[in-house]
């Protein structure tokens, strides 16, 4: 007989383990199980650049929840199984191993898997990417061993497994296609900055590169630039970003783009099925409407916050303004809202203190800010966005006026 549950969660990430969390804590009584293709119990994913990477955050401190928690809240955890199709009108799915599970409500939490290089030996051993424990432990053994190690992909993972190398004593060559880092994320001043902390560390941060051929046998030994020059490397890390995992969602019959589309209760176009996380692609009211796809822990929080309260009977939408932060050397970045769409930036203290914030605008309207060992203009940034109130740029730049004296009350 097939076991069914009132809800299937696929994945057991940020997004999902923060789904049945919340569908408890909204009063859910019915049957939850969390279907993953992973053997542990969720984990939060950024110290695995950051502070596991390093080696200052053990495993255990990794556990979105111990494991007594999800036995407490009848949860149901099925790890190492990987979902593999859905059959949307018969309300069930089936994983690799061939067991199939019947739902009455399908959150779809599977995230993304990471871009591949495609280049021959973009496979070989010591290639890595950075997305899971698995890859993190196998990372930091890697490392261990050498000393040359190229990376691919000036994104926040990049970078900061940049930092953490480079502190450890390795020699790092960093490879980004685009004329800058962060391009996808960030604005150019922002970009500059982290650019330089880099190199003031001894990165050999290199951008507007083009990559030719991976070099080497069964190892991969250097990195062929465009031109001839031959980075050599004992490791390459690549960090160009996620494929979002949406294959049995697709098949299924899901609209899909750049991810999953999902409406402002990230409901998907199947009935009874939700998206959440990395893959999903939904209007974002801060991204003025336009669909945007997040890479965030806020996002598939909120975003599962938004699923649990639905399920539990409550109408509600998706409309959190977006926040994100990265760690790199003695550097604590941290951004509100989106910067995409900005028409001009006005820089607020001095970068060259190591403690200042971007604030970018569209139509003199602060709709985002990147604020570097400035933790204050983080909290009080978030008025300034959403209030949308207009404030004369001079008076922006000045740090001495704290920005929630600017906030209309
Ligand atoms: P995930 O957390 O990726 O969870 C998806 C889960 O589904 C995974 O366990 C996956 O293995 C599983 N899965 C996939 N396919 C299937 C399937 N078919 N069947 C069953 N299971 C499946 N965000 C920040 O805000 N700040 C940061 O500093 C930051 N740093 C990061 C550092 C790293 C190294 C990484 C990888 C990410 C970082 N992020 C950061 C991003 C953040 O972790 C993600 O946005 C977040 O984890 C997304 O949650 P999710 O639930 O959508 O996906």
């Not at 050498?146 to 970078?159: E, F, M, N, S, W």
């Not at 900061?160 to 880092?181: H, I, N, S, Y």
């Not at 990165?203 to 001839?228: K, N, P, Q, S, Y």
Request: include cysteine; hydrophobic fraction near 45%; charged fraction near 20%.
């Amino acid at each position: 007989m097939v076991q069914c549950y009132d809800v299937i969660i696929v994945g057991g990430g940020h997004g999902g383990a923060h789904t049945a969390i919340a569908l408890r804590q909204h009063g859910f009584t019915g049957s939850i199980a969390i279907v993953g293709d992973e053997a542990e119990l969720p984990y939060e994913r950024p110290p695995l650049s950051k502070e596991y990477f390093s080696g200052e955050k053990v495993r255990e401190r990794l556990f979105i929840r111990p494991e007594a928690f999800w036995q407490d809240k009848n949860i149901t955890l099925i790890t190492s199984e990987r979902v593999v199709s859905i059959d949307a009108e018969a309300h069930s799915i089936t994983t690799a191993a061939g067991r199939s599970f019947g739902y009455g409500r399908l959150v779809w939490a599977a995230g993304g898997a990471p871009r591949r290089l495609p280049l021959d030996k973009g496979n070989a051993a010591n290639v890595l990417a950075i997305r899971t424990l698995a890859d993190a432990d196998r990372l930091r053994e890697a490392a261990a061993a050498v000393r040359r190690v190229a990376i691919i992909g000036g994104g926040y993972i990049g970078l900061e497994a940049a930092a953490v190398l480079t502190k450890a004593g390795k020699q790092v060559t960093l490879l980004e296609m685009q004329d800058r880092v962060l391009a996808r994320a960030a604005g150019e001043a922002l970009s500059r900055f982290v650019e330089q902390a880099h190199r003031t560390h001894g990165v050999d941060l290199r951008v507007g590169i083009a990559i030719e051929a991976l070099e080497g046998d069964a190892l991969v030994t250097g990195v062929r630039l465009a031109g001839g020059e031959v980075i050599p490397c004992d490791l390459l890390i690549v960090g160009i970003g996620i494929v979002p995992e949406v294959a049995p969602l697709e098949a299924a019959g899901a609209t899909v783009g750049n991810g999953v589309l999902v409406d402002e209760r990230c409901a998907t176009s199947l009935a009874d099925i939700y998206a959440i996380g990395d893959l999903a692609a939904h209007a974002n009211s801060f991204a003025d409407g336009a669909t945007v796809r997040l890479e965030s822990v806020q996002n598939a929080v909120d975003m599962a916050m938004t699923v649990a309260r639905t399920i539990a009977g409550e109408a509600v939408t998706y409309a959190a303004l977006p926040w994100f932060w990265s760690n790199q050397y003695d550097l604590k970045i941290q951004t509100i809202g989106l910067s995409s769409g900005h028409d001009a930036y006005i820089v607020r203290g001095d970068p060259a203190a190591g403690s200042f914030s971007i604030l970018y605008t569209r139509d003199g309207k602060v709709i985002a800010l990147d604020c570097v060992n400035m933790a204050r203009d983080f909290i009080q940034g978030r008025g300034l966005i959403t209030s949308g109130v207009l404030v004369a740029p001079d008076v922006l730049a000045d740090p001495a006026v704290p920005l929630k004296t600017l906030v209309p009350q």
